[in-house]
């Protein structure tokens, strides 16, 4: 009887175990949040989520919804951006009618403008060029002084560039140009295989130059002696992409130049005359945004308008970019495959799928002493002037005076 019992036992026993393993096999996987990370970052980080998720997720930093949201195959992890307007608190992953929230917060870190500098102590290089070679910014040329009578102006330009090195934070004395090269303001420039290219500006020079920082004095300058810049005087550089430059010139036209001095006009047209627009190069595509447009009355009017010229096919489009206020002479930089651009001083971003800037309310410092205003007050045009350079993950952006500050995303 014994035996007979415990075999009972076991069936009954084994039968219940049974059960217990198919039983409800239609509930939801038990959802969850395990970790993310990093766990703290700043606005536009991207951020990996680990657990266990459903379909269609909805993620959200302290109630703002993240952007950029990928839901990996196997339902397992959540990559997304940390979104603009949050703060620091729970993650939550919605998916329907079902919630999951971190068991910590997330800490939002701010990018801030940090001041270097409070000044060169140097010349001022008012409406100056300015090139990145060897980890350090070189900054040079444009006036000394400047004065208007009436529409007529007198100018004491600069020869000479200054050269600050991010690590010891200071600046010291640069190149100076040789007597053949016309010292200029508002020029455009490129960099090239470890040299830059300098040409235009002040109204009417069209030369372009080769400067070698492996050599010294006049040595390290060099004539292009290939054909000239089309027009004269200073014209919009975009950006550099394949050793090409991209400029606008007042006709509207687009051309792209070479180091080796080679011009090619492009057959598309901008529809308006683009000097002193923001330029960049974002995702496969050359922007402009902003700048002057002569078509109304007899001084140029200074725009927002936005231009988009896709380098694979020659493509564009009017609007793209589209700035909330009229711009010229502002500064532009890109990190981490984001777009900036500095505005009254303040830190916009660009986001190329929704064709919107958005203002971080990240302040620049203003600084103390002489300021160079870009642009009409009337139309909220920038009173700050800077001049921006990216080198290792941090944008630098300084006053005519030298004045610095860095910012970290």
Request: aromatic share 14%.
């Amino acid at each position: 009887m014994k035996k007979l019992i415990l075999l009972g036992t076991v069936i009954a026993l084994t039968g219940l175990v049974s059960c217990r393993k198919h039983e409800n096999p239609h509930l939801p996987p038990s959802y969850q949040i395990h970790d993310f990370s990093p766990d703290s970052a700043r606005i536009g980080t991207l951020i990996t989520l680990k657990g266990v998720f459903g379909g269609n997720p909805v993620v959200t930093f302290n109630g703002a919804v993240a952007d950029s949201i990928l839901l990996s195959s196997d339902s397992s992890k959540i990559t997304c951006l940390v979104p603009q307007a949050t703060s620091s608190g729970k993650i939550k992953v919605s998916f329907g009618s079902i919630s999951v929230t971190s068991a910590t917060d997330f800490l939002l870190r701010s990018s801030v403008w940090e001041k270097l500098s409070e000044d060169d102590g140097a010349n001022l290089h008012l409406d100056g060029v300015s090139f990145v070679l060897g980890n350090k910014i070189y900054y040079g040329l444009g006036y000394k002084a400047i004065s208007f009578a009436g529409s007529v102006y007198t100018a004491d330009y600069n020869t000479d560039f200054r050269i600050f090195d991010p690590v010891s934070k200071t600046w010291s004395a640069g190149p100076t140009i040789p007597s053949a090269m016309a010292p200029r303001a508002n020029a455009s420039c490129m960099v090239s295989n470890g040299k830059a290219y300098i040409g235009g500006g002040t109204d009417t020079l069209t030369d372009w130059w080769e400067y070698d920082p492996s050599l010294t004095g006049d040595a390290a300058w060099k004539k292009i002696p290939s054909p000239d810049y089309p027009l004269g005087g200073g014209y919009v550089v975009a950006a550099t992409a394949n050793n090409t430059a991209y400029f606008g010139a007042p006709s509207g036209a687009l051309y792209q130049f070479d180091a080796t001095g080679n011009w090619l006009k492009t057959k598309i047209t901008i529809f308006y005359d683009s000097r002193g627009g923001s330029c960049f190069l974002l995702g496969g595509y050359l922007y402009i945004i902003g700048g002057h447009y002569t078509g109304v009355g007899s001084f140029p009017q200074i725009v927002s308008t936005g231009f988009r010229y896709d380098l694979s096919n020659g493509q564009s489009s009017f609007g793209s970019g589209t700035f909330p206020f009229p711009i010229f002479g502002q500064p532009t930089f890109n990190l981490n495959d984001k777009q900036y651009i500095l505005y009254n001083g303040s830190t916009y971003l660009f986001d190329p799928i929704a064709n919107k800037w958005t203002d971080l309310l990240i302040k620049a410092p203003v600084f103390k002493g002489i300021g160079f205003p870009h642009g009409n007050a009337g139309l909220n045009a920038s009173a700050y002037t800077y001049n921006v350079a990216v080198i290792n993950g941090a944008a630098y952006a300084w006053t005519p005076s030298g004045q610095i500050s860095r910012f970290l995303p």
